[in-house]
């Protein structure tokens, strides 16, 4: 079945240092999702990508899509403390109509 | 994630007895579903329902069982048959099943079993 791995799983960053996380799946996806969970919450919808190459921005938060719709990536720019938490990437597979997530990457920001 | 809620947010339970887990939503959402999440790993899909009186199994539906009887409610059973339940349990809800839709979720139910 559809896999979609996600590294790092952790990430330790100092307040103002940028970070990334990435996203690969096995098979194409018709679309990736990025949700936050932030610490004992659940998670929240942060963006969806559908079409091959595409960049979206957020503030400090940059999405891509990769050109093969098989990989993507979050970057945050100049991370603050309200960043903690896990990112999850979701991914649906072309042809699918379920949606695989990642294991996610937990942020920690040292301030 | 307003409108879908969980209860209740910590259940204990003896190892061996059935528990009934809750979701309601007020977002009028055809497509509800019950991930599963451990330490560690991402969400892990239980149980999907597209529609009223019509559900799915996921790729973890062994030891739970769920039904759709009204378009608000789709209850998670966690059953004696599953062998490792203690968990945090997260009830979720989309417009359709369609494969643009963003999924909405509840606050989410932890799971002890003793």
Known sequence: ?111 | DGGITQSPKYLFRKEGQNVTLSCEQNLNHDAMYWYRQDPGQGLRLIYYSQIVNDFQKGDIAEGYSVSREKKESFPLTVTSAQKNPTAFYLCASSVTRGDTDTQYFGPGTRLTVL
Request: hydrophobic share 30%.
């Open chain 1, 1 to 111: 079945g559809q896999q979609v791995m996600q590294i790092p799983q952790y990430q330790h960053v100092q307040e103002g240092e940028d970070f990334t996380t990435y996203c690969n799946s096995s098979t194409t996806l018709s679309n990736i999702q990025w949700y936050k969970q932030r610490p004992g919450g659940h998670p929240v919808f942060l963006i969806q990508l559908v079409k091959s190459g595409e960049v979206k921005k957020q503030k400090r938060l940059t999405f891509q899509f990769g050109e093969a719709k098989k990989n993507s990536s979050l970057h945050i720019t100049a991370t603050q403390t309200t960043d903690v938490g896990t990112y999850f990437c979701a991914g649906v597979g072309a042809g699918s109509y379920q949606l695989t997530f990642g294991k996610g990457t937990k942020l920690s920001v040292i301030p």
